[in-house]
């Protein structure tokens, strides 16, 4: 019995030795097993040395209490008198607590932790086959599958080989598992055994030399019939072995499992047959493989079953691996797959996922993947299927600096060791850091982290993380520069080609012009030279990261051409974040932004502001373009000046507009997409008014001074009036005037006249601007009424004449521009007409109808595909607006909230009021928002307004890119419109048509 003062210098020391209950640890001492060894300091000291003592006590106590008394004396004695085998069993069971499971299970096992001393060869699979050669079933499989792994553990936790070493060492032992798993499974049908060859290829981490502790073991399998076997009976009988294979190592047992065996990476992943000839993998792979399946067999090796069959395997599908970088979309389908994996991590676990997380072990060897593949080509050296082989052979080579390698390895290192320790504990498949604060001190412990180990191991596994997520900066681009730039003379550098390959390989479309660029850019020795240098490599990375990334690099070379010498350019892309990123997917999204920004370069400023790309209100815009215009000393002068406003907003809101939908590494994509497609049709509908307010006042001031003979107004109509303008939509507008007092009628007639002309010729004079159209069609009379009225004119022509469209027209006009009094009083005139009193009658509605029928049949575009028209197709703008204006018009005299010119507002009002159901006004609004988003998009891209998609393929993936989808998904894009359209289209025949 302990005396009491005793029990407290104890519990003292126990705290001291890292125990964390030192009640618990002084009653496991007081166990009957340990009663030679509880006294003795070295015992307690090499406890306390391991990852977690609590726990390699509680094993040790159980491992003891298991052995039979001539046992225990001499295990105990080895222990207290031998440090090798006291460091590793006691290291092992302070790490593991699975395996403190099996020796306590098994007590004899510790014996295999005798062998290994520090300075013995360390197995091979020669001696793994060894350990397993007495094992004739499953279980016995498991019992010595789990020896051997103890073995391996204890050199791992006491370091006597490294992470390296430990994860070769786990391939071996699963090659030798997978023989011993095919001889028992051969042992069991000797018949099937006779009738084929059978090899088994290694996949993966296996297939690598790579192995973790607990993983699935990626497998091919290819038979062949022997003899005068038929081959379909060689086929099934290889088949059966190799099922027998998987469940031997698969099922669990008394003994548990050893690790799953998947067959997923074969031709046809599940779908396809277990077990294929050579020459049926051949033509599957000539024929039909994926570019991932490629990248899959960089790693595949002959482990078990017939080694010629699967040295022949090996050696044909190698040529296949080694020329997948030719293939069309490589990179994009290798960038696909790695976004893949990051969409399908749940959101609770992304920031612990150790393996498929940003800043994770998949984005190196995803990586290091793609290097070899694309130099691997030419370069034998990098024919690696191990990650650090193959990284540090790319460095070897100059594919990657010896710098950005060595820490990548470093990286790599700790990751994959803390990945080990992981999985080491409860021998369970995760690569998920833990939260428990017990489970972290035990992780920090074993990877020697002993003053603060939770905070320590934190704070390294996040720098790490941060090294590895600039890898796409370390591996990809940085190379490139060395070759153009000629930074440090002697180093190793890539050639000019092989800097080219890897240009194209990125998805450069011209990989030589894209190097002459970068060789402008970056070479010499000057300071603008030096932080073009500092910013490439991140900018080429965005620049890849789009649709077109030799304009994005392209559109940067003209920018830094035309401020590189302002000192305030290069110093904002420095040193302001977002600035960099922001300019890199403006000036890879498309023409129309690259376009604005080289008109007005100085625009770049705009990109580090954080209110930068907030749009500006009405009346700050028309005050700023007025201000303008008043200080020019011509009209052509003024409408340049107030050009030079609206190229300035444009650059803004396109900026602003792109940003959002791509999103950047600090701002994701912008989700409420509506709210965006309201922001962009606001803002270019008041930049549009302030504008057009710019030329009126110059058109007068150029004749008149300050002072028109007539009062002058503007009325907005169509998407102008309805603030939804598009970047490539016309201005519809209508003109009304009223003579001032004392001035002849017909003298203001003229004089209106004359502004309006003169408006038009100052917006149409020549300029690489976007044109700004003014179209007055939807006037009294269309194109064969007067081009101007007086208010009068105007109530009489209505109240007589008036046709049913020309009410329609008016629901969204809106005064924009010129005498704001003569613009109200016009809105208050035209009311009683767009919102009829008592509604439509049953002839209107029938006309509306049939004009809507005739627009359908006749305006469509010859040739166009009706289901992907933006604005006259199925389900598209027209459809979804002549539904919202239809129910205006009838209902409106009674709704207040439907006497909006805005199709969302009045859409949303019809569904408060009821005359909608809530899913029919989500279909027609989400319809509505999207057709309009395209329509953005194919401006932003192309430079020109369109109606439809693009059908060149570069201009149709930047499309896509805009909309959020992946690049290779523009078949899902296509099919998504047409299915949302479709949807609308089947709302609009139930309430326009038949409501």
Not at 276 to 284: D, F, I
Not at 462 to 483: C, I, N
């Amino acid at each position: 019995m302990t005396v009491p003062g005793r029990r407290s210098s104890t519990f003292i020391r126990l705290l001291r030795s890292g125990f964390t209950d030192p009640s618990a640890a002084a009653r496991l001492l007081d166990a009957d097993a340990l009663a030679s060894v509880r006294a003795d300091p070295v015992l307690l000291d090499a406890l306390g040395a391991t990852a977690d003592p609590d726990l390699a006590l509680l094993g040790l106590v159980r491992l003891a209490e298991a052995q039979p008394p001539e046992e225990l004396s001499r295990l105990l004695g080895t222990l207290v008198s031998a440090k090798p085998l006291r460091d590793r069993l006691l290291g092992v069971l302070g790490a593991s607590e699975a395996l403190g499971d099996h020796l306590a299970r098994h007590p004899r096992d510790w014996h295999a932790l005798v062998t290994y001393e520090a300075a013995d060869l360390h197995p091979g699979l020669p001696e793994f086959e060894r350990g397993l050669a007495d094992a004739h079933d499953p279980v016995a499989l498991r019992v010595s599958y789990r020896r051997c792994l103890l073995s391996i553990a204890a050199r791992d936790v006491c370091g006597t080989i490294d992470i390296a070493q430990t994860a070769a060492e786990l391939a071996d032992l699963a090659t030798a598992t997978l023989r011993a798993a095919l001889r028992i499974a051969s042992a069991a049908a000797p018949e099937d055994a006779a009738q084929c060859r059978l090899a088994v290829i290694a996949m993966g981490k296996c297939g690598g030399n790579e192995l973790n502790y607990v993983s699935d073991v990626d497998v091919i399998f290819v038979g062949e019939a022997t003899g005068g076997t038929d081959e379909d009976k060689g086929l099934q009988a290889a088949t059966r072995l190799a099922s027998h294979l998987m469940r031997i190592c698969s099922e669990t047992t008394v003994e548990g499992t050893i690790w799953p065996v998947d067959a997923n990476l074969r031709p046809e992943g599940r779908n396809g047959p277990l077990v294929r000839t050579l020459s049926s993998h051949l033509a599957y792979y000539q024929r039909w493989a994926k570019t991932w399946e490629f990248q899959a067999l960089l790693k595949a090796r002959a482990v078990a079953g017939d080694p010629d069959l699967g040295g022949q395997y090996i050696k044909a599908i190698s040529p296949l691996v080694w020329q997948a970088a030719e293939r069309e979309n490589f990179v994009a389908d290798v960038q696909k797959m790695r976004r893949r994996v990051v969409d399908n991590i749940p959101a609770a676990q992304i920031d612990r996922e150790l393996k498929l997380g940003p800043g994770g072990l998949r984005d190196v060897e995803f990586a290091v993947q793609l290097l070899q593949l694309v130099h691997g080509r030419s370069d034998h050296t990098l024919h690696s299927g191990s990650t650090l082989d193959a990284l540090h052979a790319l460095a070897a080579g100059g594919y990657v600096g010896r710098a950005d390698a060595a820490q990548l390895h470093d990286a790599y290192r700790f990751l994959r060791t803390m990945e080990h320790r992981i999985q080491l504990y409860r021998l369970r498949r995760t690569h998920l850091v833990p939260e428990d604060e017990q489970d972290l001190r035990r992780l920090g412990r074993s990877m020697g982290l002993r003053t603060e180990p939770v905070a320590e191991l934190n704070k390294a596994w996040r720098r790490h993380a941060s090294v590895v997520r600039r890898l796409h900066e370390k591996l990809f681009y940085r190379p490139l520069l060395d070759a153009v730039a000629q930074l440090t003379p002697g180093e190793t550098r890539l050639s000019p080609r092989a800097a080219g390959q890897r240009l194209e390989a990125l998805g450069y479309a011209d990989p030589a012009a894209a190097l002459r660029h970068l060789e402008a850019l970056a070479s010499g020795v000057t300071r603008k030279a030096a932080i073009q240098r500092t910013l490439l490599p991140v900018m080429l990375g965005w620049f890849a990261d789009s649709a077109d990334p030799d304009a994005g690099l392209l559109g940067f070379r003209k920018v830094s051409d035309a401020l590189g010498k302002t000192p305030w350019y290069l110093r904002l892309l420095r040193d302001e974040g977002a600035a960099a990123e922001n300019l890199a997917r403006v000036l890879s999204a498309g023409r129309l932004a690259p376009d604005l920004l080289m008109r007005a370069p100085e625009a770049v400023a705009l990109l580090g502001d954080p209110e930068g790309l907030q749009p500006r209100s009405h009346e700050a815009l028309e005050q700023e373009v007025l201000a303008a215009v008043g200080r020019a000393e011509t009209p052509e002068a003024a409408v340049a000046a107030a050009r030079g406003v609206r190229r300035r907003e444009l650059f803004r809101t396109t900026a602003a507009d792109i940003i959002r939908s791509y999103g950047t590494e600090d701002s994701p994509a912008e989700e409420d997409h509506a709210a965006l497609v309201d922001q962009v049709g606001a803002a270019v509908s008041d930049l549009t008014a302030a504008t057009v307010a710019g030329a009126l006042r110059a058109a007068v001031g150029s004749q008149w001074g300050d002072t028109l003979p007539t009062r002058f107004a503007v009325i907005g109509v169509g998407r102008f009036g309805g603030h939804e303008l598009a970047y490539g939509s016309d201005a519809d507008v209508l003109f009304v005037h009223e003579p001032r007092e004392g001035v002849d009628e017909q003298e203001a007639a003229k004089a209106a006249q004359t502004v309006i002309a003169e408006m038009r010729r100052l917006l149409q004079l020549p300029t690489a601007d976007p044109p700004l159209l003014i179209d007055a069609d939807l006037r009294p009379e269309g194109r064969s009424g007067p081009l101007v009225r007086t208010l009068a004119s105007y109530a009489a022509y209505y109240r007589r004449w008036s046709l049913t469209w020309e009410s329609q027209a008016l629901l969204r006009a809106e005064p924009v521009a010129g005498d704001a009094d003569l613009g109200r009083r016009f809105i208050e005139l035209v009311d009683p007409l767009r919102y009829p009193v008592e509604g439509l009658g049953e002839d209107a509605v029938r006309e509306i109808r049939r004009l809507k029928a005739r627009m359908e049949s006749e305006r469509m575009p010859r040739g166009a595909d009706p289901t992907l028209h933006t604005k006259l197709g199925r389900g598209g703008l027209s459809d979804v607006e002549w539904t919202v204006q239809l129910i205006q018009m009838r209902h409106a005299w009674a709704e207040p909230g439907l006497r909006t010119t805005r199709t969302r507002e009045a859409l949303a009002a019809a569904h408060a009021a009821g005359l909608i159901p809530t899913e029919e006004a989500q279909i027609l609004d989400e319809a509505w928002v999207l057709a309009t988003r395209v329509r953005n998009a194919v401006m932003l891209v192309r430079g020109r307004a369109g109606d439809t998609f693009p059908s060149e393929a570069r201009e149709l993936a930047a499309v896509g890119r805009y909309l959020g989808y992946a690049e290779g998904t523009v078949g899902e894009m296509l099919d998504d419109y047409r299915r949302i359209t479709r949807r609308a289209r089947a709302v609009v025949d139930e309430l326009f048509y038949a409501g």
